[in-house]
């Protein structure tokens, strides 16, 4: 008997799997980004830690000025759909903007 995928469990396993982004990652690094990103929390959740360090010198540097930056890539990451934050961040390991 041929079930042409509709009704397959195999067939949905695979597109569940084809979709599952990371977006669990994606609503922490954006909250973290808005909320605490004047320590860089999104860079090193992210796991960028040159970049997470580099935040915290530019927010010494110019008197918490450059919080303005996490603050815009969190709203970016929770604008972004799954699968594009995957592609860009975590497959791409895109570091800024």
Do not use: H
């Amino acid at each position: 008997m041929e079930t042409y995928g509709y009704n397959d469990p195999e067939s949905q396993n695979q597109n569940f799997s084809n979709r599952n982004y990371r977006s669990e990652k994606k609503l922490a690094a954006g909250l973290l980004g808005i909320l605490l990103g004047t320590f860089g929390a999104n860079k090193f959740y992210m796991g960028y830690i040159n970049e997470g360090i580099i935040q915290i010198v530019l927010n010494i540097v110019t008197c918490g000025i450059a919080t303005v930056i996490p603050f815009i890539e969190g709203i970016i990451y929770l604008t972004m759909s799954d699968e594009q934050f995957d592609r860009t961040y975590i497959q791409g390991r895109k570091t800024w903007f």
